[in-house]
């Protein structure tokens, strides 16, 4: 399991990945005067964004949150996300059905369809269906 340091230290590269300057605050007071919790926040001064990483447990109140923020600071583009806990064993098993395959390599490239349709694809065999 993760650290507090560790998932600090994400936050801040995810951030910083998004262009903006990690600040050290635990809550941000809305327009409304509710302290909203929050779990990193950046500043983009140059695009005049303030990006929030959400600790609300639901969309409905990060988007209530997003908006009470984004009232309170005219001048600024208020943008939130909400981490979210994502199964990737769903997804990984999908693959393997899918593709009959365990392992894949970084080769990802364009091919065009019967349809003439260009797409992405994993070479996994010459056989389209």
């Known amino acids: 399991m ?4 560790d998932l600090s230290r994400f936050w801040r590269n995810v951030l910083r990945a998004a262009e903006a300057e990690p600040k050290d605050a635990t809550v941000i007071k809305g327009a409304s005067g509710i302290e909203h919790s929050i779990v990193a926040v950046g500043l983009d001064e140059s695009r005049r964004r303030l990006l929030v990483v959400s600790g ?7 988007a209530m ?11 600024f583009q208020v943008l939130v996300a909400r981490p979210i806990a994502v199964d990737l ?21 364009a091919s065009t369809t019967f349809s003439g349709k260009r797409q992405l694809f994993f070479p996994i065999n010459d056989n389209y269906s």
């Open 65 to 75: 949150a997003q908006i009470d923020i984004q009232s309170a600071l005219n001048n």
């Open 2 to 5: 993760a650290n507090e340091t």
């Open 89 to 109: 064993s769903v997804l990984a098993k999908g693959m393997v059905e899918m593709t009959g395959r365990t392992t894949f390599s970084q080769d990802c490239s």
């Open 56 to 62: 609300e447990h639901d969309a409905h109140s990060a």
